[in-house]
């Protein structure tokens, strides 16, 4: 392709709308499927506010000799729920989100666990 020939379909491109033709040429993206930061923050907020309430209860209400193994399944269980929230609001694969979030806070929970029997701490 000749110079001025480049520099013509390059006008004629961005013409219209330089940033979409530059997602398509250059980047190979569709603006349409890149994700809202809005909808993304309020999906967090959602999640957070939906996965904090089932813990909480979890180590309120059970005596305390329960408190440790009912936190642990309650808060599995809440992870499984706000990663479906999210990545439903989020409009990601349910599957995905939820196998993540779920394997990320058991090892957590684990390694908070190990850390504090490591040094010495007591529940009460």
Known sequence: MSPQTAARVAKELTAHDALAAHLDAELNLDPEDLANPWQAAAASAASF????????????????AWRVPVTFVAVLIALRFAGALSARIGGSSVRRAVIRVVIG????????YGVGHLFGTAIS
């Open 49 to 64: 506010v939906t996965g904090a309430l089932l813990p909480l209860l979890a180590i309120l209400l059970p005596p305390a």
């Open 105 to 112: 806070g058991a090892a957590g929970l684990a390694f908070t």
